[in-house]
């Protein structure tokens, strides 16, 4: 059953749900999932709201342009999904494979709907795994001296490809204002860290030697500052003086995969809005 | 600011948000929340709806009748309530008083919206809580000769005082069919396990026997079954072989506490729909 | 570096820690953990002690002999293992691979000290895992009419290959008490609940009609009784009206590859002790 | 029964447990708990041993001369205690009485093992729990123009009144390196944040306008540098868009009470050792 997503915000007033509603209920829609929530620091109001495509009485194609003058109206940011537009996917990985093998075992296993045609990596370690799952792997190995020209050639294989969402499953490397101009909220990153606690390197050395009694992953949309984009999902365990260093990387990669799997999930159901580097997540 | 909240469900259609939206936008309604879940199981929508009453067109006192059309043509189970109403309620309590200490202060913190005019015990241990707090307590001792008896003298003290909400905390009471009747899904009990683990009697005992690392506490309605009404809230804590029968009470306890307030603070800002033994939650 | 590992619980008296630290000193052990609880209780004490073999005096085969009299004057049980003898381990699975994946990949990971030679099914899902990861799977489809007598097979083979430790992976048989006396406290089993909550089939099911707000799953030795035995390790997850049954299940899979892991991982340490159908776990 | 405590660290070698434990095996000791942990990293040894006082064959005033030359042998650093000398603590606070509360209920409780005879404040908030609970409260308003005077007499009333504990239960002034070195290891704050993210002013602020997924508090010693001190415990809880700033105060509250009351009650019962900027934590 194919379902529509809308996804919107803007300034609330009076009357937007009763006027979005009837728009759906004019046309015949019903409704399956709707959510909401009022920021009132900002008096935005937030939306997210699904119905049924078998019955309605608009095509697909008309939708948004029957839709753009309520739209108007309201000064709404929106945007409108189809359940049956099946996202592509890409996965950038670097040695550390456990979040990447993660993702595509949920994959086959069904959880995502989505497609991955594409693993790139700036090592040579993803390779098997890619091969197992059947996926092709793109090398960019990165140095200094070829990092700009090496992403010129990733977007234009990532556009080549139609990619419309780039998981960064442990990928080493920063990206330049450019990549991330040209993937705005698209770019979803894990954090091996309680961020904004141990921002960039060796967050799991830095928790060692701070001595703290919980570790935690986060999974945010990439921006431009490091490590400071909108935080979409986080999650924490607790660690003692008997863990070394190895055992906060080994509890710490459970996290990891758990965090960006959900973060993964809930982006590709087109339930994340970005607002004022925030999400509002209709989990 | 005074608002109106309406608690609802019925069996899904196309049409009903937008006709309970319009209802409220001709009226000139300002929704500040909502929140609505469709069970597709039993293809049932449950919805909370809470509006301004500044500004709106239908006084207070008109709102339900001007309702009841759109109730009964969507065969809706539904409930009008006014943030301005203040609920009164009643804490059940026997010797251990952590959660009568704990609902008391937050209530005093201004964290619940009610009155609390009674407390009602079956020993005489909280006599100074209740003086410290100000709030009266009523001893009814209960043998087994008496229960039916003081049972009666308590439903009578509970509706002189109109009290909307009686919460048992730590309670150790089973109450008879006729008084769970005549308070359907008005009774919150706090069990001090989770559910439906370890039922009835000396829930820690049990589970220090049986062994188990994690304990939990349970926040539910009480129906006539023990412990086996619609579960509003759990939460759970990690015990190792270190900690004593004692040492999990403790820990448990803190469990109790908060597990309880956020039930009390749910059900009091009308947050909580019942329905086949379940609850909906609009956290 | 390889070490011995000494379990031991003992009625508790003056001068145990003493007389086996001075065993170990006057041999020149040098001790790299050591871990003891006292259970006021039963005043049993449980003890885990380890100890670097390099420029110990006493050869590996000796020392169990030079430790007899001592064990013997304490009326201890007692076990002494040594790190370099690697445990061989079988996996048995049903249909449910997500745990089975889990544990290859940790242990091609290199987190379990183990060799898993292994794979026993009663279907024939698992083949193409089994492959990857080039281990030997056996098929014993099990009816009715055949259990017993496949059974003794699984026995015979699991002799054959010198199998240590047996870890149902979400193997969906229930094992004669032959089979379950056959490996004392050697069997881990996972069970997608909480226990004691929700023993036996569906678990899943069971917590939704339920409508418990957390899920859990739980490791356990397997003993005569089903879902009954020592509970090794235990974790939850907190769940809403909005999860359907299929969201329990996807949320508890998570739960079940990290609790059955730990507890995979603590036995292969050695770090597990069993008493009174309770553990000990020093973790 | 009264029992004695030995908590000390020393670089790691072949014999010290075996000698600490014959010590106390020759003059009768019966070891009640034994903890101890070795950090491979710096090759340091921590334990924390508690034996029964009651037929022990030195008398309380002989323990440390005779242990002396053991000490100075494995070149300890080593603290005696005893748990019949009950610590004297005094309680800090400034408007927020949440903390305080928390902690004279458990006190009252018989959670704590020791005396409470003073709280200390910079504001007059606290005057009527005082007074419930029957502690004597100091005023200390503390100006830019009088911090240090005002500290000095603080100083000389901790003394008089014997303190050996203090306890900051959201006490919101930050105090001088002469304050902090008087009391080394004695002072334990809560700080209201997941440390080391949100250091300082406001951290519920600084989350809320983060916009994270999970909230946590910290207790520490405190130390020159602000909110950086050895961390003894964490926890966090999990936030969403719907919660309000509000929210996240109300639920870090939660927080900071549990967090708070485990680490005094490990610090009283002797069960932490402070090295380099870090705990360890025999729980």
């Known amino acids: 059953m194919e379902t529509a997503i809308l996804l919107l915000s803007c300034p609330d007033s009076r009357g937007i749900v009763a006027k979005i509603s009837n728009f759906l209920y004019q046309n015949n829609g019903n409704i399956v999932h709707a959510d909401q929530h009022i920021d009132s620091e900002s008096n935005t109001l937030f939306m997210r709201i699904e119905w049924a495509l078998g019955g309605f009485s608009l095509a697909k194609e008309d939708i948004a342009g ?23 996917v890409a996965i950038f990985v670097s040695q550390h494979l456990h ?41 960019f190995p990165i140095l200094k001296e070829n ?45 091996h860290s309680f961020l904004p606690a141990f921002i960039g390197q060796a967050p799991y050395r830095q928790a060692y030697t701070r001595g703290v009694k919980i570790i935690g992953a986060t999974s945010h949309y990439v921006t431009e500052e490091l490590d400071a984009g909108p935080i979409i999902e986080q999650d ?11 055992d906060l990387r ?34």
């Open 66 to 88: 029957a839709f753009e003058p309520l739209a108007g109206e309201f000064k709404m940011k929106w945007q409108l999904y189809f359940s049956g537009n099946t996202p592509r």
């Open 147 to 191: 990092k700009i020209e090496q992403e010129k050639k990733q977007i234009e294989l990532l556009r080549k490809e139609k990619i419309d969402v780039i998981i960064l499953a442990r990928y080493a490397q920063i990206f330049t204002k450019q990549f991330v101009d040209t993937f705005p909220n698209k770019v979803i990153n894990i954090h």
């Open 99 to 139: 979040c990447l093998y993660d993702l595509l075992l949920r994959y086959r296993g069904g959880q995502f709907n989505c497609e991955i045609p594409l693993i790139v990596s700036n090592h040579s370690d993803a390779h098997q795994v890619a091969q197992n799952f059947n996926i092709s792997l793109c090398e």
């Open 236 to 246: 924490t365990v607790r660690v003692s003086h008997r863990d070394s260093l190895e």
């Open 250 to 283: 080994r509890k710490g990669e459970d996290l990891e995969r758990m965090v960006l799997s959900r973060a993964v999930k809930w982006h590709l159901e087109r339930k994340i809005l970005v607002y004022n580097n925030k999400t509002v997540v209709f989990d």
